[in-house]
């Protein structure tokens, strides 16, 4: 992806500065993305809530790369060797300053063929063998597992038949480059499975990495039955009639042993004897599903989803999982009725921090129902605000007067230089227990009543008001129009029936909390600037790529067209 003078300059900038500054020079390059992506992107290894209880003590990671991978590895051991062949990507992985574990890296550059260790040493060893064959991985896996120790575990990524025959990048999901000449018949678990024995190994557990490693946004064990028809489910979830008819199919197929061949990437767990690799957690049948900051883990029984447990994806993340715990032990605490659409739940410990476990919730989301449709769109806004005036209601603050100096202050982000427009005339509003991440997606309904809301992590006990309520309008219009243009413009500047039923949903909604409907246009930004700001304090992934420069830009054309606003 980048030329070798462009790997040496990105070193020697990360070494002398930050890795955050030293990606900045990347600014239009064609391959900007996928750089960053193999830089910060720690979703790619999410596999590692099912597996951390395996991973310890003296580590090996081989094609270590930028060293995202060792890092995180770093948390949960005592040492990481990283090894790779290329010594500039070595050099940042060495002296990248976004974690706190870096005298626990070992950085060593040479080839797998030539580590200058003894038998033994490594209590775990992890190696990325996706873009190799099978063949390959049986001639690498060998030569490796002599140097792990007898009661340890050896963790590998590698592609099956579709990613390796190149399908995947053909239907789009995968960006890697493939061979598409490698045999068809390559790739399969029955040939991993056999590539493990021969290795020596006692015990293998086998996860797929859909819909590839680059992109894990699920993790199952492919023998995990009900995780499999779970992720059916969500796959067909918004294929309509498709969905009812093809979920049988797909149940049938994986009994038949069907779709083992049809996994585009795998994960596997080795070791030299039968352990578990299964967290204390003591879920069952489960389905991971990958976070921007966290792993959901669904615990799957008899009827449906029997347990949810929530995993931060780095120790520098455990701070969402903890808002989310003492924003929602606060509110339990009170005798307000709404607090039982609240989910319940309580805090635990993981290997990258503070966790959290919650029972299920009732109904589906309330963006199931969303559609181009007028109607579909005023019953979102009219359950979503009904469940907020109640709430804020239930737990706001006095009204406060805010001057125009205050409301700039709230409207600010320093790291990328957002400024608001001049303010005259001070702002009415109170503050509130806020979720922080108020769409329709997060919102449960059951028969036209909202049962739940959840996913808490963005939450606050004191803050804007307008943080929730404009999000859940903007979030509805930029689904309903296809885009924050379109969005804005038909629900809040334009002549037409989404506009008219936004702006009775707004002016409804600032009569019944107490405000003007002013404070509401003033502070629509906050919506996404309270995001940021939490990413950007907690170190989420998204403050080092393009999507904070999206983010930012989102919030500079909300200020840039507030004057086109007519809800007042």
Same mark, same amino acid.
């Given at each position: 992806?980048?030329?070798?003078?462009?790997?040496?300059?990105?070193?020697?900038?990360?070494?002398?500065?930050?890795?955050?500054?030293?990606?900045?020079?990347?600014? /239009?390059?064609?391959?900007?993305?996928?750089?960053?992506?193999?830089?910060?992107?720690?979703?790619?290894?999410? $596999?590692?809530?099912?597996?951390?209880?395996?991973?310890?003590?003296?580590?090996?990671?081989?094609?270590?790369?930028?060293?995202?991978?060792?890092?995180?590895?770093?948390?949960?051991?005592?040492?990481?060797?990283?090894? &790779?062949? +290329?010594?500039?990507?070595?050099?940042?992985?060495?002296?990248? &300053?976004?974690?706190?574990?870096?005298?626990?890296?070992?950085?060593?550059?040479?080839?797998?063929?030539?580590?200058?260790?003894?038998?033994?040493?490594?209590? !775990?060893?992890?190696?990325?063998?996706?873009?190799?064959?099978?063949?390959?991985?049986?001639?690498?896996?060998?030569?490796?597992?002599?140097?792990?120790?007898?009661?340890?575990?050896?963790?590998?990524?590698?592609?099956? #038949?579709?990613?390796?025959?190149?399908?995947?990048?053909?239907?789009?999901?995968?960006?890697?480059?493939?061979?598409?000449?490698?045999?068809?018949?390559?790739?399969?678990?029955?040939?991993?499975?056999?590539?493990?024995?021969?290795?020596?190994?006692?015990? @293998?557990?086998?996860?797929?990495?859909?819909?590839?490693?680059?992109?894990?946004?699920?993790?199952?064990?492919?023998? &995990?039955?009900?995780?499999?028809? !779970?992720?059916?489910?969500?796959?067909?979830?918004?294929?309509?009639? @498709?969905?009812?008819? /093809?979920?049988?199919?797909?149940?049938?197929?994986?009994?038949?042993?069907? @779709?083992?061949? $049809?996994?585009?990437?795998?994960?596997?767990?080795?070791?030299?004897?039968?352990?578990?690799?299964?967290?204390?957690?003591?879920?069952?049948?489960?389905?991971?599903?990958?976070?921007?900051?966290?792993?959901?883990?669904?615990?799957?029984?008899?009827?449906?989803?029997?347990?949810? #447990?929530?995993?931060? +994806?780095?120790?520098?993340?455990?701070?969402?999982?903890?808002?989310? +715990?003492?924003?929602?032990?606060?509110?339990?605490?009170?005798?307000?009725?709404?607090?039982?659409?609240?989910?319940?739940?309580?805090?635990?410990?993981?290997?990258?921090?503070?966790?959290?476990?919650?029972?299920?919730?009732? /109904?589906?989301?309330?963006?199931?129902?969303?559609?181009?449709?007028?109607?579909?769109?005023?019953?979102?806004?009219?359950?979503?605000?009904? $469940?907020?005036?109640?709430?804020?209601?239930?737990?706001?603050?006095?009204?406060?007067?805010?001057?125009?100096?205050?409301?700039?202050?709230? @409207?600010?982000?320093?790291?990328?230089?957002?400024?608001?427009?001049?303010?005259?005339?001070?702002?009415? !509003?109170?503050?509130?227990?806020?979720?922080?991440?108020?769409?329709?997606?997060?919102?449960?309904?059951?028969?036209?009543?909202?049962?739940?809301?959840?996913? $808490?992590?963005?939450?606050?006990?004191?803050?804007?008001?307008?943080?929730?309520?404009?999000?859940?309008?903007?979030?509805?219009?930029?689904?309903?129009? /296809?885009?924050?243009?379109?969005?804005?413009?038909?629900?809040?500047?334009?002549?037409?029936?989404?506009?008219?039923?936004?702006?009775?949903?707004?002016?409804?909604?600032?009569?019944?909390?107490?405000?003007?409907?002013?404070?509401?246009?003033?502070?629509?930004?906050?919506?996404?600037?309270?995001?940021?700001?939490?990413?950007?304090?907690?170190?989420?992934?998204?403050?080092?790529?393009?999507?904070?420069?999206?983010?930012?830009?989102?919030?500079?054309?909300?200020?840039?067209?507030?004057?086109?606003?007519?809800?007042?």
């Amino acid at each position: 992806m980048l030329e070798a003078d462009e790997l040496t300059r990105l070193a020697a900038r990360v070494e002398s500065g930050s890795v955050r500054d030293a990606t900045t020079f990347l600014e /239009g390059h064609e391959h900007r993305d996928d750089v960053l992506n193999e830089i910060y992107d720690i979703n790619r290894e999410s $596999w590692l809530t099912f597996v951390s209880e395996s991973i310890s003590g003296r580590c090996l990671d081989v094609g270590a790369g930028f060293g995202r991978r060792a890092h995180i590895l770093a948390e949960l051991c005592e040492s990481v060797v990283a090894v &790779d062949s +290329n010594l500039q990507k070595l050099r940042i992985a060495a002296t990248r &300053d976004d974690y706190d574990n870096g005298e626990r890296i070992v950085p060593l550059h040479t080839t797998e063929d030539r580590i200058p260790f003894d038998s033994g040493t490594f209590d !775990t060893i992890v190696a990325d063998f996706t873009g190799s064959s099978v063949d390959d991985v049986r001639a690498r896996l060998p030569r490796l597992s002599e140097y792990l120790a007898d009661d340890g575990t050896l963790v590998f990524t590698a592609d099956g #038949w579709p990613s390796q025959t190149g399908l995947t990048e053909l239907a789009g999901l995968d960006s890697s480059d493939s061979d598409t000449s490698r045999l068809l018949s390559a790739g399969t678990p029955s040939a991993y499975r056999s590539v493990v024995e021969n290795a020596g190994f006692d015990a @293998l557990s086998l996860y797929s990495l859909f819909p590839t490693a680059s992109r894990p946004l699920f993790v199952f064990d492919i023998e &995990d039955d009900r995780a499999i028809e !779970t992720l059916a489910e969500f796959v067909l979830s918004d294929r309509g009639r @498709l969905a009812k008819t /093809g979920k049988p199919f797909v149940s049938l197929a994986n009994r038949f042993g069907l @779709l083992n061949r $049809w996994y585009p990437s795998f994960l596997a767990v080795c070791t030299n004897q039968a352990v578990s690799t299964r967290s204390s957690a003591a879920y069952n049948d489960s389905l991971l599903v990958s976070g921007r900051t966290r792993s959901v883990v669904l615990d799957i029984g008899d009827g449906g989803i029997d347990r949810v #447990w929530k995993y931060p +994806n780095r120790l520098e993340h455990s701070p969402f999982t903890e808002r989310e +715990n003492a924003v929602l032990s606060s509110l339990h605490a009170s005798n307000e009725p709404i607090v039982e659409t609240l989910p319940h739940g309580e805090e635990i410990e993981s290997a990258f921090g503070k966790a959290r476990t919650e029972d299920p919730v009732a /109904g589906s989301p309330l963006d199931d129902d969303l559609s181009a449709d007028s109607r579909s769109y005023e019953r979102v806004l009219r359950l979503g605000f009904d $469940w907020l005036i109640e709430f804020q209601q239930s737990f706001g603050g006095p009204t406060v007067t805010r001057s125009p100096a205050e409301v700039r202050d709230d @409207l600010r982000f320093a790291p990328t230089d957002l400024e608001p427009p001049e303010i005259d005339e001070p702002v009415t !509003t109170f503050f509130t227990p806020v979720h922080g991440d108020y769409l329709a997606g997060n919102i449960h309904v059951a028969d036209d009543e909202v049962t739940s809301v959840i996913d $808490w992590e963005y939450g606050a006990i004191d803050a804007s008001p307008i943080i929730d309520a404009g999000f859940l309008v903007l979030n509805a219009a930029m689904r309903v129009f /296809g885009g924050l243009d379109d969005g804005f413009q038909s629900a809040f500047c334009d002549d037409n029936e989404f506009a008219r039923i936004t702006q009775s949903m707004i002016r409804g909604y600032c009569r019944d909390v107490g405000i003007p409907v002013r404070t509401f246009k003033l502070y629509l930004p906050s919506v996404f600037l309270h995001r940021l700001e939490l990413d950007w304090r907690f170190d989420a992934v998204s403050t080092y790529t393009d999507k904070i420069d999206d983010r930012s830009r989102v919030v500079e054309y909300v200020f840039d067209n507030l004057s086109e606003v007519h809800i007042e």
